[in-house]
């Protein structure tokens, strides 16, 4: 099975907008669907919905999303608010494992400040 990848977003990155790629992976060696969300320029406020309509119809599907946060290159705490809620809305869907990969160290200094290290490592 070859990859599929589709992009999408708003603006382009040289703005500092959000866009992103979505690639069909083949299945992991648990037979689990994956599908990367690689996520570029700047998640905030004015486009948290955009990560939340993308991600939510995958959640549904089940499988192995993988969120790829290493070409963001700023978020705030709407950003942060929007994986957070995705994080809970597939632990309570329990369909699917949801992944946060190659988070960028100003990420990481988020996560113990906002208490969530365990949240989004999970």
């Known amino acids: 099975m070859r990859p599929v990848s589709t992009t999408g977003g708003t603006g382009t990155e040289s703005n500092g907008s959000f866009r992103y790629e979505i690639e069909n992976l083949p ?45 963001l290159n700023y978020m705030d705490s709407s950003g942060l608010g929007a994986l957070i809620g995705l994080k809970v809305s597939a632990v309570k869907q329990g369909l699917c494992i949801l992944e946060f990969v190659n988070m960028t160290p100003r990420i990481m200094e988020l996560l113990p400040i906002s208490n969530l290290s365990k949240v989004l490592s999970t």
């Open 27 to 71: 299945e992991d060696e648990h037979g689990n669907k994956v599908t990367v969300v690689k996520c570029h320029g700047r998640l905030i406020s004015e486009n948290t919905a955009e990560i939340k309509e993308i991600v939510k119809p995958l959640l549904a599907v089940g499988g192995r999303i993988v969120i790829d946060l290493g070409d």
